[in-house]
């Protein structure tokens, strides 16, 4: 049976606007497709699309995987994923001011498995920052009751095979090792648990580890001339996205468009959007 995981709801003017609420993590493994709660963990989904938005996760890798437990990123990266040099530095992915835990802010969501959380200091509750893990089982009687609680402020809506890897690591499966990562510089040290593509290679390089490209669902809408405006939106693949719009709240939902997502950007236009103040959504189905 079909069901809604997604909404993207927009209000807008004849002025561009853009918002994002679903977002793709691409990896070598699979892509995972995360719904964000924005109404819940407002401040905990604005820091994250700001880092994702200011190209601070640029080249970086799945730093930490425990199976069973979490697999964590947005901690580091490299200076440049597709050097073939073995001496490529390791660096820290630029921080933001830490933010507000909000795990007892909106509704309570506990980390349960395949939801995504932010990672902080031991100690300190409001120390979230740009690390972020991904629950592999159900770890909310440990998480929700240890430093204030881990904020859950997404849940995965496609990519279960590819985050079940993570839970079948070992070391002869031919696909995923965790192993030390014995670097060039102090930041490796930090890597007990670092989950590498296997190579059989001891100790593995640069073009092992486990990159991670993350972007949002952007919609853009602007006007074009003529009283028309067009609706642009990073389309998800082989999904039905419905264009939808409304002139009013409550809202009644009209079809604009139907479409089989790429995984690119679509675009289409409104010849006749009406009122100024109208209201734009793009809903994809799971």
Known sequence: MKSIRYFL???????SAGAGTLVQFRTILGDLEVELYDQDKPVTVRNFI??????AYTNMFLHRCIPGFVVQG????TTNR??????TVFDYVPNFVPITNEFNIGERLGN???TLAMAKAGGDPNS????????????STNLDNQNGGFTVFGRLVRGTNALNIFNAISLGNGVVDVRKFYGTNAVTSLFSDLPVRYSGQSPPDFDDLIYVDVSLLNVQVRSVGGGTREISWNSVSNKLNHVEFTMKFPPSWQTLLST???????RITDSNPGDAQGFYRVRVEY
């Open 260 to 266: 089989n997502g790429t995984g690119g950007v679509l």
């Open 82 to 87: 597709f050097s073939t040099n073995l001496f």
């Open 50 to 55: 700001r880092y994702v938005q200011s190209g």
């Open 128 to 139: 979230a920052s740009s690390q972020w893990f991904f629950n592999l089982g159900d770890n």
């Open 9 to 15: 709801l927009l209000a807008l003017s004849s002025m």
């Open 74 to 77: 947005g901690g580091f990266n």
């Open 112 to 114: 349960g498995y395949g």
